[in-house]
């Protein structure tokens, strides 16, 4: 493996030889990369205990403003969807039934009786089902047309669901917004059901490689079956396990072939989810068929499954091992997208030979090293003897975890739509209704507190395979425990208060989680009305280093720790939309000049999804860009809250150190500009932090509390301090209480 970044550049990548506080038994080895970019703060470790040990571990990156400092250019990336917020128009008729927490209602006695319930809705950004709290209940004497929409079930039955509502009322047809009377019959809109989660597809593509097969009961119904011999019983236990609830195993049976032996066998629970899945992934006219699409949805766990069910491989003194896979059953075709796929995604070279004028694919020595070391991690204790006795000793990252279905929104057809309402309808359409539903959270969309300590999770192994997890901020190897700001026993509070924390962090390898902490203990620039808290903002895959929205993995998150939410902003006018949400930002935020502190939101971040990638772009209030961008030198603020922010990183941060920090936000002219101010401002933060720390050995001893005793706390300090720096002393004890409090 090499190292994705130059470790050669002695100015930006900074050697590291570290204990692990979390594992204190481990001296970690590597480096840290501080080069803005997509690899910004990703560590690559070389030893762990002296023993050379390479892997590389991805870091939280940076955002970035849409536009220049005079805005006069402004670049927004692709996208498909951006994730903010969703505002829907538009009336429905008293009838329409809305899904809320005590049972489907008619929007007509919701409103007319304002009754307090929650109502279901779709989080977007999280891509999930959510009850909320009404915040306005309108009504009105009819003033627009009404339209009759019949939607193709999707759920149990066929009947079709029928919508009475304006004709501006909005559907969501899977890429914007499209009013009632803009909706032609087969266009596509969404309605509830249960989604599959991203593992258990890749369960089904790499069953379906293998040894399961598809059931189909009518047009558009499917489900998969698998069976194994009673030799394999704790493999297919395995598989039953990870489906849970989708799964149901059957009675066993002998096969009709020849030799055949008793085996266990079952078949998936039958749904729309499962159906559509497999209809749109694996098949090609009603058959099962290896196509493009499904190859270009297999990742490690899909290969690990196949590989479990078809390959093998033999292990002798007298070659290196060289891996096999059983494709005797499809095409030539389609063996070679399989090979094709092999080597384009994962760079693993593969050839073509036939048994009894049948395909196999066989790997070649190198191509199976790689392999092996792509699927290890979810192959099951039972299926270890088809690996290298060197990974016997690494455990199945699976095992004990059971996936299911998740509420959500699927894809339907609109099959008829009229004008014409029935008669019946007619007295309760005086009138027509609508809901404004709560926001996601009451934090505004995504929005990334930037000026907070991140704290990110990450796995690595040492020789031997075992795998520990531990923490670090942006960009250091592990949480500090200076004198200046100890940011590990901080975390640990949070992993009290949050006692599943770590858990979710060591199960969720390979992702890697980013934490904001933030509170009065933690304040930097931004007051907080919470001592400290943290919220999991996103994750990060350690494989390729893309973006994730936290549920787009299948994990209980919320009920771990606390997340942004988000909703989804639906505009085509970028410029004029992200000025409206800088003045709505300004407009929540009280600044206090004197203490320089401001309190409300600092500012918050856009998602721009484009075919699943995601972008981050900031969005801050004016008030906060002019600590930023004022002047031709930086802004002392700016300065200022950058020195803070170092004490993240580095033990006693150097001019370079705080400069890679403002390379963030501004161009090297700038900085050179403000040189002179860089290092005035860098030395008043360096004495001040020792300061707080001689007055903090002095509080302790002593076992002060200025809360409790003001009086006597600056009697002894004024005795023993100079009292010209009376004022400047009660400061900086209040501010070690809050942190300590």
Not at 128 to 139: C, D, M
Not at 379 to 394: A, G, T, V, W
Request: some cysteine; glycine content about 6%; proline content about 4%.
């Amino acid at each position: 493996m090499k190292c994705p970044f130059d470790i050669e550049n002695k100015k930006m990548v900074i050697p590291f030889e570290e204990i692990d506080p979390y594992n204190s038994q481990n001296i970690l080895k590597g480096y840290v990369n501080r080069r803005q970019g997509h690899l910004y703060g990703a560590l690559w470790i070389t030893h762990v205990n002296g023993k050379l040990c390479r892997q590389f571990i991805y870091s939280a990156p940076k955002q970035h403003y849409p536009f220049d400092k005079d805005k006069q250019e402004w670049i927004f990336p692709e996208y498909d969807t951006i994730e903010l917020y969703e505002k829907l128009d538009g009336c429905l008729g008293y009838h329409t039934k809305i899904k809320t927490n005590i049972g489907d209602l008619p929007i007509g006695l919701i409103v007319n009786k304002r009754l307090s319930v929650k109502v279901l809705s779709y989080n977007f950004n999280l891509n999930k089902v959510e009850y909320k709290q009404i915040l306005y209940y309108h009504k009105e004497k009819r003033i627009r047309d009404f339209l009759s929409l019949q939607i193709k079930s999707r759920l149990k039955g066929s009947k079709p669901r029928r919508i009475i509502c304006t004709d501006n009322h909005k559907f969501w047809n899977g890429n914007r917004w499209v009013q009632s009377k803009d909706l032609n019959i087969d266009d596509n809109v969404y309605h509830y059901t249960n989604q599959l989660p991203y593992e258990v597809k890749q369960i089904i593509l790499g069953s379906l490689l293998g040894d399961g097969s598809i059931c189909r009961y009518s047009k558009n119904t499917r489900c998969f079956r698998f069976q194994h011999s009673l030799d394999q019983s704790e493999y297919f236990q395995y598989k039953k396990n990870l489906l849970g609830n989708l799964f149901n195993e059957c009675k066993g049976s002998i096969g009709g072939f020849e030799g055949s032996k008793p085996n266990r066998r079952g078949t998936s629970i039958t749904n729309a989810s499962i159906s559509d899945f497999i209809i749109n992934y694996c098949e090609v006219n009603n058959k099962k068929t290896i196509n493009k699409k499904w190859i270009n949805e297999i990742n490690p766990i899909a290969l690990s499954i196949w590989y479990m069910d078809d390959g093998y491989c033999n292990f002798n003194n007298k070659q290196r091992p060289r891996a096999i896979f059983n494709t005797q059953s499809f095409s030539v075709k389609e063996v070679k997208l399989l090979k094709n796929m092999l080597k384009n995604k994962y760079n693993i070279i593969s050839n073509i030979y036939y048994d009894k004028g049948l395909p196999i694919l066989s790997l070649n020595a190198d191509s199976t090293e790689i392999l092996f070391s792509i699927i290890f991690p979810y192959i099951c204790k039972s299926m270890k003897y088809k690996l290298p006795k060197y990974y016997e000793k690494f455990k199945c990252i699976l095992d004990g975890i059971t996936f299911d279905t998740y509420p959500s929104i699927i894809e339907t057809k609109v099959i008829k739509i009229d004008k014409d309402i029935p008669s019946h309808y007619n007295n309760y359409l005086l009138y027509q209704y609508d809901i404004q539903v709560e926001g996601n959270s009451n934090y505004f969309a995504n929005n990334i507190l930037v000026h907070n300590t991140c704290i990110i999770s990450y796995n690595y192994f040492d020789i031997d395979g075992n795998k520990y997890l531990t923490y670090k901020t942006r960009l250091r190897p592990f949480l500090g425990k200076s004198q200046y700001g100890n940011f590990f026993e901080l975390w640990n509070e949070m992993r009290d208060k949050y006692p599943k924390i770590d858990k979710l962090c060591t199960r969720g390898y390979p992702y890697n989680f980013i934490f904001e902490l933030y509170g009065k203990r933690n304040k930097i620039l931004i007051d907080y009305d919470v001592p400290l808290d943290t919220k999991l903002i996103f994750v990060v895959s350690n494989n390729d280093g893309h973006i994730i929205s936290p549920n787009n993995v299948s994990f209980s998150y919320d009920t771990i720790v606390p997340m942004l939410n988000g909703w989804i902003e639906n505009t085509d006018i970028l410029q004029d939309d992200y000025l409206h949400w800088q003045d709505r930002l300004e407009n929540e935020l009280n600044i206090d000049e004197d203490n320089q502190i401001m309190k409300g939101k600092e500012g918050l971040v856009w998602y721009f999804i484009k075919d699943g990638a995601c972008k981050q772009i900031k969005c801050k209030p004016p008030s906060v860009l002019k600590y930023h961008w004022s002047g031709d030198a930086i802004a002392y603020e700016s300065i200022y809250t950058t020195a803070i922010n170092a004490f993240e990183n580095f033990d006693e941060p150097s001019y370079d150190d705080v400069v890679s920090l403002l390379k963030e936000e501004f161009d090297d002219s700038k900085i050179e500009k403000s040189r002179v101010r860089i290092e005035k401002i860098l030395g008043k933060v360096l004495f001040d932090k020792k300061y707080q720390y001689k007055l903090a050995e002095d509080y302790k001893k002593h076992g002060f509390d200025i809360n409790k005793d003001k009086v006597t706390v600056m009697r002894f300090f004024g005795k023993n301090y100079p009292k010209s720096q009376a004022h400047r002393i009660y400061n900086l004890l209040k501010q070690y209480e809050e942190k300590e409090g």
